[in-house]
């Protein structure tokens, strides 16, 4: 599994990064795994897995993190997932 994690600021990405998880782990796990070690990679919290979050991301594979989401401040608009890549 491949998961892209991109931090949008006005419109533009401000930065990303790919996590690849090939492990035997079950795709909820994968996913976790992957939004833990983003978020080590761009010093933030975890966020919060929100309804509409979970709704929006099971729709599409792909799902935004807002303010609402995190705990702390954030100093960009949202984080956003999006997965490229499913395991076979």
Known sequence: MKIWFKLWHNNHMIKDTTIEDYSTETRTHKIFNALDAACIRFDLAKPIWLDAT???????????????????????????????????
């Open 54 to 88: 979970v709704s929006e991301f099971k729709k599409s594979a792909k799902a935004r993190f807002t303010g609402d989401c995190f705990i702390e401040e954030i100093d960009f608009d949202y984080l956003e997932i999006q997965v490229l890549e499913e395991d076979l």
